[in-house]
């Protein structure tokens, strides 16, 4: 993660064709219920005031802020039930979302936010992937964001400041050894 960003503009055009490759991501049935809200310009420094993480960032990750793009990844359910519903998926019992053992539209939209942060990296970005604040609602609805479309969280895109370290809690606790983990043949 970045969490001081330089005040140098990102292209959109970039983050379009990257959110393109990103979105390719695995789909349950195709069905594609992923969508992401590309914000810029006066729309970023509406997304900090509105919700108020301006007030969180300031006090401790003011570069956070110095973001040109933060893109809002949301899933929207209803477009996997409407695909199960389909005569080749029917049979499976998953058109009602309450049926589904995993929600499927959230691991996809993580799977396509995990592809859009790799490829970020690839291209010498930097990205701060984070949780919602509780003036999200409001700003959706303000953005037009459907009411049963689901967010998973916020990226902030940007150039990495020369300053840019290592922050957070990698920094305070370290990286679990493997073997907790990965659990070979049995747990
Ligand atoms: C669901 C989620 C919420 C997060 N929220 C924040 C946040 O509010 N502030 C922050 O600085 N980092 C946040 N992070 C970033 C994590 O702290 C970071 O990815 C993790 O510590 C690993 O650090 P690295 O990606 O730099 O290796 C969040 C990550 C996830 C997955």
């Not at 979302?97 to 690839?122: C, H, K, R, S, Y």
Request: hydrophobic content about 45%; some cysteine; aromatic content about 10%.
């Amino acid at each position: 993660m970045t969490r001081e960003f330089s005040p140098e503009p990102v292209d959109p055009v970039l983050i379009d064709e990257l959110l393109d490759i990103a979105r390719r991501a695995p789909s349950a049935g195709f069905s594609q219920g992923v969508h992401f809200v590309v914000l810029s310009g006066e729309q970023v420094e509406r997304f900090w005031s509105v919700t108020a993480a301006d007030e969180w960032f300031s006090g401790r990750r003011s570069g956070v802020m110095q973001a040109s793009i933060i893109v809002l990844p949301f899933a929207v359910a209803r477009e996997y039930t409407a695909r199960y519903s389909e005569p080749d998926k029917i049979a499976f019992g998953l058109d009602d979302a309450a049926n589904w053992p995993v929600p499927f539209w959230l691991t996809d939209t993580a799977m396509a936010t995990q592809n859009l942060l790799l490829l970020l990296e690839d291209r010498g970005l930097g990205a701060l992937y984070f949780g919602v604040f509780e003036g999200c609602d409001v700003f959706f609805r303000e953005l037009g964001v459907p009411d049963d479309a689901q967010t998973i969280g916020v990226i902030a895109i940007g150039h990495r400041a020369a300053t840019d370290r290592p922050s957070g809690s990698p920094r305070a606790r370290g990286r679990r050894p493997l073997g907790e983990l990965v659990h070979r043949n049995r747990w």
